[in-house]
């Protein structure tokens, strides 16, 4: 459903807009009960519907100078990477795509293709894990994936974390040089290396997976079913 929207984020403002407009006019002016509830009920939904799409467009590292601005060059790049054939041909793990709206790409403004991979993983796990039938072996906190399974190296203590006992993925991305990106992996307060490159992203969420399955932590089989039945891990 993301990718059918358009790419421009004149075009997303508009399309909701528009829609939203619609639907209040079909409250305000029309007098069957049955007919306006309806119209509050295609509202609600349209609302739910872009604020889950904004979770998508919006990476964690731009929350603060500019994603919402960027949403669109966002969307954009989801397009690029899916319509580029298997094994996603034209993903750069350290860089992204320039043109958009005429720009160059930049690791201070734009997210990197890892970064952009990334979130969208963490924001169907977690929706996935939310709503799914498949999530009772989690409990209420896990069921948010990106609340306990994710961590920025630039705003949390890896030695805190050790402490802790934090399992889960690791943003090591190097502070100074912003279009390096690298995640590694915490399993129970231990540190695990994860190769550096074009595969981190991929290596990592897949570690992460398996050593909760070997671990037998419940409710990893939940992923299982959800992702097709299949065992990926």
Same mark, same amino acid.
């Given at each position: 459903?993301? +990718?059918?929207?358009?790419?421009? @984020?004149?075009?997303?403002?508009?399309?909701?807009?528009?829609?939203?407009?619609?639907?209040?006019?079909?409250?305000?002016?029309?007098?069957?009960?049955?007919?306006? &509830?309806?119209?509050?009920?295609?509202?609600?939904?349209?609302?739910? &519907?872009?604020?889950?799409? &904004?979770?998508?467009?919006?990476?964690?590292?731009?929350?603060?100078? %500019?994603?919402?601005?960027?949403?669109?060059?966002?969307?954009?790049?989801?397009?690029?990477?899916?319509?580029?054939? @298997? +094994?996603?041909?034209?993903?750069?793990?350290?860089?992204?795509?320039?043109?958009?709206?005429?720009?160059?790409?930049?690791?201070?403004?734009?997210?990197?293709?890892?970064?952009?991979?990334?979130?969208?993983?963490?924001?169907? +796990?977690?929706?996935?894990?939310?709503? $799914?039938? =498949?999530?009772?072996?989690?409990?209420?906190?896990?069921?948010?994936?990106?609340?306990?399974?994710?961590?920025?190296?630039?705003?949390? @203590?890896?030695?805190?974390?050790? @402490?802790?006992?934090?399992?889960?993925?690791?943003?090591?991305?190097? %502070?100074?040089?912003?279009?390096?990106?690298? =995640?590694?992996?915490?399993?129970?307060?231990?540190?695990?290396?994860?190769?550096? %490159?074009?595969?981190?992203?991929?290596?990592?969420?897949?570690?992460?997976? =398996?050593?909760?399955?070997?671990?037998?932590?419940?409710?990893? &089989? $939940?992923?299982?079913?959800?992702?097709?039945?299949?065992? =990926?891990?």
């Amino acid at each position: 459903n993301l +990718l059918k929207y358009e790419v421009d @984020d004149a075009s997303l403002d508009e399309q909701f807009d528009a829609i939203v407009s619609r639907a209040f006019q079909m409250i305000a002016t029309n007098q069957n009960q049955q007919n306006a &509830e309806q119209a509050r009920n295609i509202l609600t939904q349209v609302v739910q &519907e872009r604020k889950k799409m &904004e979770r998508y467009l919006s990476v964690q590292r731009h929350e603060n100078h %500019g994603s919402f601005s960027y949403r669109g060059y966002v969307l954009q790049r989801l397009h690029t990477l899916v319509n580029s054939g @298997d +094994l996603m041909p034209k993903f750069t793990y350290d860089g992204g795509e320039n043109g958009w709206k005429g720009m160059e790409w930049k690791a201070d403004s734009f997210p990197t293709d890892s970064e952009v991979l990334m979130n969208v993983t963490a924001v169907w +796990l977690d929706d996935t894990l939310h709503s $799914s039938k =498949y999530s009772t072996g989690f409990n209420s906190r896990q069921r948010s994936f990106q609340n306990y399974h994710m961590r920025n190296l630039s705003t949390s @203590d890896i030695n805190t974390l050790k @402490d802790q006992g934090f399992w889960g993925i690791l943003n090591a991305t190097n %502070g100074q040089s912003l279009n390096r990106t690298h =995640y590694k992996l915490m399993v129970e307060g231990k540190l695990w290396q994860v190769r550096s %490159g074009r595969q981190n992203v991929f290596h990592t969420v897949l570690l992460l997976l =398996y050593s909760m399955k070997k671990r037998k932590v419940k409710g990893i &089989e $939940s992923i299982e079913r959800i992702i097709g039945g299949r065992t =990926y891990v």
